[in-house]
C-alpha cells in the first residue's frame, strides 16, 4: 500500500484564485511525479522532481502551474489562477527504482 | 499517445481467474511494462512490472511474449475488490523522468 500523502483531499476555488496542494513522498523516494486526471479519466503528466531538481515539466506547468519539492518539506503544486478547466484530481508520486506509488489525490473544484 | 492498447472492458464472476491483455507492438528494448489498477477516488495503485518472460507477486502474476509484443496480466480468484480500472503502461525508466503513460485502461467488473 502506498504511503503517499496527499492534502488537502478536496479544493475548492474560484476561477483566478490560487489553488495549493501538498504531497508528501515515500520515505526514502527521491522522485515526485505530478499528474492531472480529468473528468474523463484523462492523465496528464505535469512535472517531475529527484531530489529538489526538476527533471521534466510540460508547457501548461510552465505558464500557470508551478511545483515545488524542498527538502524536509512536503512538496508542492500551486496553480496561480485557476480556471474552470483545472478542475480535476490532481496525483502525487513517489519512486525509487522504477515503479511510481500513488498518493489518494487532491479533488480540485473551480467554481 | 499511449503506447498500448487493451480491451476496454471485462466482466468476470468473483473466484474466477482473469486474465488482462494488453497489445505494445512498438515496445522498446529499453522499456519496461508496468501494471496498475485504480478504483474510484483513489490514485493508481501498482501491482507488478517486468521485462521479459514471467513474473509474479503476492498480488498477480504478468506473462510477457516471446517478442515482447504481448503482456498478459492475470488475476487469481478475483474478489468484488478486484473491480478497477486497469491499465498497461510501458515506458523506459533508464531516462530518469519514467512519466506514465495511461491510456483508457480496462474497466473490470466483478460480479457476485
Known amino acids: 500500500n502506498s504511503k503517499v500523502i496527499q492534502t488537502p483531499r478536496y479544493l475548492v476555488k474560484g476561477q483566478g484564485q490560487k489553488a495549493k496542494m501538498r504531497c508528501i513522498p515515500e520515505?526514502?523516494?527521491?522522485?515526485v511525479f505530478w499528474y492531472q486526471q480529468n473528468k474523463n479519466n484523462e492523465f496528464k503528466f505535469l512535472i517531475n522532481f529527484q531530489n529538489q531538481e526538476v527533471l521534466q515539466q510540460i508547457d501548461m506547468t510552465e505558464k500557470r502551474f508551478s511545483a515545488e519539492c524542498p527538502s524536509n518539506s512536503p512538496c508542492s503544486l500551486e496553480i496561480q489562477s485557476s480556471e474552470a478547466g483545472d478542475s480535476a484530481l490532481y496525483l502525487c508520486?513517489?519512486?525509487?527504482?522504477?515503479?511510481?506509488?500513488f498518493g489518494p489525490g487532491t479533488r480540485l473544484t473551480v467554481l | 499517445l499511449a503506447k498500448t492498447t487493451q480491451p476496454p472492458s471485462m466482466e468476470a464472476y468473483e473466484g474466477q481467474e482473469v486474465n488482462v491483455s494488453c497489445s505494445h507492438t512498438?515496445?522498446?528494448?529499453?522499456?519496461?511494462i508496468y501494471w496498475y489498477r485504480q478504483v474510484p477516488h483513489q490514485g493508481p495503485q501498482f501491482i507488478i512490472q517486468?521485462?521479459?518472460d514471467y513474473v509474479v507477486n503476492e498480488v498477480a502474476s504478468l506473462f510477457i511474449s516471446a517478442d515482447r509484443k504481448l503482456s498478459t496480466l492475470s488475476l487469481p480468484w478475483v474478489s468484488l475488490r478486484d473491480a478497477a480500472v486497469y491499465y498497461c503502461?510501458?515506458?523506459?525508466?533508464?531516462?530518469?523522468?519514467?512519466?506514465?503513460?495511461f491510456g483508457s485502461g480496462t474497466q473490470l467488473t466483478v460480479m457476485p
Open positions: 503502461i510501458v515506458t523506459d525508466r533508464s531516462s530518469g523522468s519514467w512519466q506514465l503513460i
Open positions: 520515505k526514502g523516494h527521491p522522485v
Open positions: 512498438n515496445i522498446a528494448t529499453s522499456e519496461y
Open positions: 508520486a513517489s519512486s525509487l527504482r522504477g515503479e511510481q506509488y
Open positions: 517486468g521485462y521479459k
